[in-house]
């Protein structure tokens, strides 16, 4: 009967436990950091109709409350995974569980994301939104990328450059800035995997590179 009694007290923390933290993406402080952020974006875009772009800044803020929403519920529940007492195997188990459907919640949100997008906009200014969205990585390393390595062949940048875009279709979705960059890291080895296939010594390219950089400063500066 005790054991129970703990039980169900257990079951019921664990519940409130996830309920609180499922509730902190309808924060007030929070969803005016989210428009915010989603002003910033659209500033970017200079659309010119006043009330397209209050629409496109409740999407974006909106997006970025329902990734707080599935991000806060998923941790919740691995936390309170981690505080049952049952085998590594079984707790590895139950979060991959918590993982999977995370991610199905995920990709729903995001097809439904970019429709609502492209709906109102051109696919130029999507990718803008999509770039807003994680800190302009695509056009600042694919631009290092060729100027790193001038005699990258037109092949090798749409290599890069692909790869860079399916990562950020993946980081647009993460829970935070670590996970954003994680994604974009993830990539940047796999770039760097291929270019090491393709030949070239990425050491001593980028010594080059940064030599290139600091004449061109002292140029600069002169």
């Known amino acids: 009967m005790f054991i129970k009694k703990v039980s169900l007290s257990f079951i019921l923390i664990v519940l409130f436990t996830i309920s609180i933290n499922a509730q902190q993406y309808l924060d007030p402080e929070y969803i005016k950091v989210t428009e915010k952020r989603a002003s910033k974006i659209v500033d970017n875009l200079e659309i010119s109709d006043k009330n397209k772009s209050e629409l496109i800044t409740q999407i974006i803020a909106k997006q970025y ?26 707790q590895k188990s139950k979060i991959e569980k918590i993982n999977a459907k995370a991610d199905k919640l995920l990709n729903k949100l995001h097809r439904s994301y970019l429709k609502q997008l492209s709906a109102n906009l051109s696919n130029t200014k999507v990718d803008a939104v999509k770039d807003g969205m994680t800190y302009g990585v695509v056009p600042k390393t ?62 001593q390219e980028r010594d080059a590179w940064y030599q290139r950089i600091e004449a061109r400063k002292k140029k600069e500066s002169n």
């Open 65 to 90: 409350q329902n990734l707080s929403k599935i991000h806060d519920e998923k941790d919740a529940k691995i936390e309170n995974v981690k505080k049952i007492y049952i085998s590594e195997e079984k």
């Open 142 to 203: 694919f631009f290092a990328f060729k100027d790193m390595i001038p005699s990258l062949t037109e092949e090798q940048k749409k290599y890069i450059y692909d790869n860079l875009v399916e990562a950020r279709e993946h980081a647009m979705d993460a829970g935070s800035s670590k996970e954003k960059h994680a994604w974009f890291g993830k990539y940047k080895g796999r770039i760097n995997n291929y270019l090491s296939a393709k030949g070239y010594d990425l050491e």
